[in-house]
């Protein structure tokens, strides 16, 4: 009767529940181990492809390798590639490439797409960093138009012209753009007007290129440190008097390291920050934040 039926019930779901439990256990670790190999991947760059300019020295050299250790086919330029020599023989299998091409020019620029289209084709560009630049520090009366020139054509000029020519490339693989800038972008350090202006320009074109390029699913932000002991920054740090100034005035009272901005890059390239895009990154041991205190 009912009486039987109701036990009958209540013992199937006494001899199940510990079936379902051991599903239920075996589903919830089947998903965090998917969980935790998708983790994975977002933080991996391997079998990516990714151009550096200027990346025979300084940064851009530090960017490379940190690409390459991430497993990122590397396609770099500079003016001399000669002191990449090392890398390139390290990098036998060819995940590194490098071509002599000076972005500040159009002839250059051209070249390096072009370049990119027939090693990458159509699958693509993943990352761009355009890290290629330079400065001059000069009082404002005493720039040459060659040289306002030449400084804008190289931290500024450089950077939006080969973004626009890798636009198609980046939109195959929805890829992403990360442009070296400096903390003089958005403040005065006393480095040179023109500099000043070139790394504003830089980061205003971060933002803008972010909006507009977005619905191509082209993610566009900058780095922007401050003092870094790259061959560019060596001959003031060298000055002993300047170096404890530039101490002095950063929270952490050191100088940063290459690594440090090439790490920061990786970040931005990778599936894990899939939606940071318009953003320009300080890399600054807190200089920005210090404002005005009083070292005794």
Not at 191 to 208: D, F, N, S
Not at 234 to 244: G, M, S, V
């Amino acid at each position: 009767g009912p009486r039987v039926a109701l036990l009958l019930v209540y013992i199937k779901s006494i001899l199940l529940h510990p079936l379902k439990s051991i599903l239920r256990t075996s589903m919830f670790s089947l998903a965090l181990a998917i969980a935790a190999a998708g983790d994975r991947s977002l933080w991996s760059l391997a079998d990516r492809t990714a151009v550096v300019t200027g990346g025979s020295k300084g940064l851009g050299r530090a960017i490379v390798e940190e690409l390459l250790d991430h497993g990122c086919t590397v396609l770099t330029c500079a003016r001399d590639v000669s002191p990449l020599a090392d890398l390139l023989s390290r990098e036998a299998g060819g995940r590194c490439i490098a071509i002599e091409a000076d972005v500040s020019t159009a002839s250059g620029r051209a070249l390096l797409v072009s370049e990119v289209e027939a090693r990458f084709g159509a699958r693509g560009l993943d990352v761009l960093v355009n890290n290629v630049g330079t400065n001059l520090r000069k009082a404002s009366v005493d720039y040459t138009d060659d040289e306002y020139e030449m400084l804008h054509a190289t931290n500024q000029a450089s950077a939006f012209h080969l973004s626009r020519g890798c636009h198609s490339a980046l939109k195959r693989a929805r890829g992403c753009v990360v442009s070296v800038s400096s903390v003089s972008g958005s403040s005065n350090d006393a480095t040179g007007a023109v500099y000043h202006m070139t790394k504003a320009a830089l980061e205003h074109m971060t933002r803008y290129l972010a909006c507009e390029w977005g619905p191509d699913g082209i993610r566009v932000n900058a780095v922007a440190p401050w003092f870094i002991r790259t061959p560019l920054t060596a001959p003031l740090l060298a000055q002993e008097p300047f170096h404890d100034a530039v101490r002095r005035a950063t929270p952490l009272r050191r100088v940063g390291e290459p690594c440090e901005v090439a790490s920061t890059v990786a970040f931005l390239a990778m599936r894990a920050a899939g939606y940071i895009t318009g953003q320009v990154v300080g890399i600054d041991g807190g200089m920005m934040q210090e404002g005005f205190r009083y070292v005794g």
